[in-house]
């Protein structure tokens, strides 16, 4: 499969949602996938399980799963816009956890996925959120790992549903500074988990 892996640095959220469609349905028409990694500009984002009191001006609404959850500085978004290696759901999800939980091994940590397919924790934090849509065995959206943020913007909702302060980030959980280079060179090096179905997971 090829896929190419690129480091889109700082962007705002909204005009790389449209990007990202469009992509999803050049992919879909058997364009290659692409691997985006980004650190995006404040935003909170709405998945589908959301309920509707809790979506309030200013939240996007999108068509992944999941409630509620921020994406901002100090946070590596990725997104694999590809195709699955196998057409089956759950080891799709299961391969985006692994992929979350080997970026912290490489940083001598030990996490492990949530029980519903939903993030990646370690110490019982929460410092990686999942979210995904999946069409014609394509994926759209991903996964938001915390490396160095702000923890107040949680605050103000209950990300994927749970306490604000179940979360966390890699930098915290390593007791040093990770940078963002530090963390999408672990991400890139990692991708192998989420494009060959003979990974182990």
Same mark, same amino acid.
């Given at each position: 499969?090829? +896929? $190419?892996? *690129?480091?889109? #640095? @700082?962007?705002? &959220?909204?005009?790389?949602?449209?990007?990202?469609?469009?992509?999803?349905?050049?992919?879909?028409?058997?364009?290659?996938?692409?691997?985006?990694?980004?650190?995006?500009?404040?935003?909170?984002?709405?998945?589908?399980?959301?309920?509707?009191?809790?979506?309030?001006?200013?939240? +996007? $609404?999108? *068509?992944?799963? #999941? @409630?509620?959850? &921020?994406?901002?500085?100090?946070?590596?978004?990725?997104?694999?816009?590809?195709?699955?290696?196998?057409?089956?759901?759950?080891?799709?999800?299961?391969?985006?956890?692994?992929?979350?939980?080997?970026?912290?091994?490489?940083?001598?940590?030990?996490?492990?996925?949530?029980?519903?397919?939903?993030?990646?924790?370690?110490?019982?934090?929460?410092?990686?959120?999942?979210?995904?849509?999946?069409?014609?065995?394509?994926?759209?959206?991903?996964?938001?790992?915390?490396?160095?943020?702000?923890?107040?913007?949680?605050?103000?909702?209950?990300?994927?549903?749970?306490?604000?302060?179940?979360?966390?980030?890699?930098?915290?959980?390593?007791?040093?500074?990770?940078?963002?280079?530090?963390?999408?060179?672990?991400?890139?090096?990692?991708?192998?988990?989420?494009?060959?179905?003979?990974?182990?997971?």
């Amino acid at each position: 499969m090829a +896929v $190419e892996v *690129e480091n889109l #640095g @700082q962007k705002p &959220y909204e005009p790389l949602l449209l990007q990202m469609r469009e992509l999803h349905e050049a992919v879909q028409r058997g364009a290659d996938g692409r691997i985006w990694l980004v650190e995006h500009e404040p935003v909170y984002t709405a998945g589908r399980a959301t309920p509707k009191h809790e979506i309030t001006e200013g939240i +996007v $609404e999108i *068509e992944r799963g #999941g @409630q509620i959850t &921020y994406h901002g500085p100090g946070q590596l978004t990725i997104y694999p816009i590809v195709r699955l290696p196998k057409r089956d759901l759950r080891d799709w999800l299961k391969r985006i956890e692994t992929y979350g939980v080997r970026i912290a091994e490489a940083l001598g940590l030990e996490a492990e996925p949530s029980v519903d397919g939903t993030g990646v924790f370690v110490a019982g934090r929460k410092f990686a959120s999942i979210g995904v849509a999946v069409k014609r065995w394509v994926n759209l959206h991903g996964i938001g790992v915390n490396v160095t943020v702000d923890k107040a913007p949680w605050q103000k909702v209950r990300p994927c549903g749970l306490s604000p302060d179940i979360m966390t980030d890699l930098s915290t959980a390593a007791g040093r500074a990770v940078s963002m280079q530090e963390a999408a060179e672990h991400a890139t090096a990692a991708v192998s988990v989420l494009l060959d179905p003979s990974d182990p997971l």
